[in-house]
């Protein structure tokens, strides 16, 4: 099974991702997570918005390496996951996803948890509001091919409602 989980920035897409593959793996199935942020392009390549760099832009992300890996990748384990920003951007890869999650949240939650996460220093509100309308732009629901589930991200997870939607 290919699962692509997508959503805003510090919507829960990894902690959804990492918590799909324990129940997984305690469940005897073979199962690795594919997260897009780990096929960015180096920071040369990447476009910059008012002099910073733009993570939150489609072109950051080498989509055509993560395609041919999860391609492969898929028929060596039984669940795949990929999880990302643009999980639902490239075509290619949308179509191949048997099953897609897409974990919401408020724009409120989104800029509390989005200002409060220093793994990257100070960022300025102008950017904050960017990564809002680039999730708005390439990485909303309006990318996705094919049905999918909404999960909210506010609380924690109900995993039954994930599971029952995944297992179907």
């Keep these: 099974m290919l699962i692509g989980i997508g959503g805003v920035s510090r919507s829960g897409k990894s902690t959804l991702a990492n ?6 793996r305690k469940n005897g199935k073979k199962a690795i997570i594919f997260h897009q942020d780990d096929f960015v392009f180096p920071e040369t390549q990447i476009p910059k918005v008012r002099g910073r760099t733009d ?6 992300i080498d989509h055509d390496l993560l395609y041919e890996l999860v391609s492969e990748f898929k028929d060596r384990f039984e669940v795949v996951i990929v999880e990302g920003l643009f999980a639902f951007y490239d075509e290619k890869l949308n179509e ?4 897609r999650l897409f ?3 408020s724009k409120r939650s989104f800029f509390i948890r989005k200002v409060a996460d220093r793994r990257w220093g100070y960022v300025p509100t102008w950017f904050v509001d960017h990564i809002w309308k680039s999730y708005l732009k390439y990485g909303s629901t309006k990318q996705i ?3 999918y589930q909404t ?4 609380e924690e997870f109900d995993m039954k409602k994930a599971l029952k939607y995944l297992e179907a």
């Design 96 to 99: 191949l996803f048997d099953k």
């Design 19 to 24: 918590l799909l593959v324990t129940h997984y």
């Design 145 to 147: 091919i094919g049905g």
């Design 55 to 60: 993570w939150e832009s489609p072109e950051s």
């Design 103 to 105: 974990v919401k949240i």
């Design 151 to 154: 999960i909210s991200g506010e």
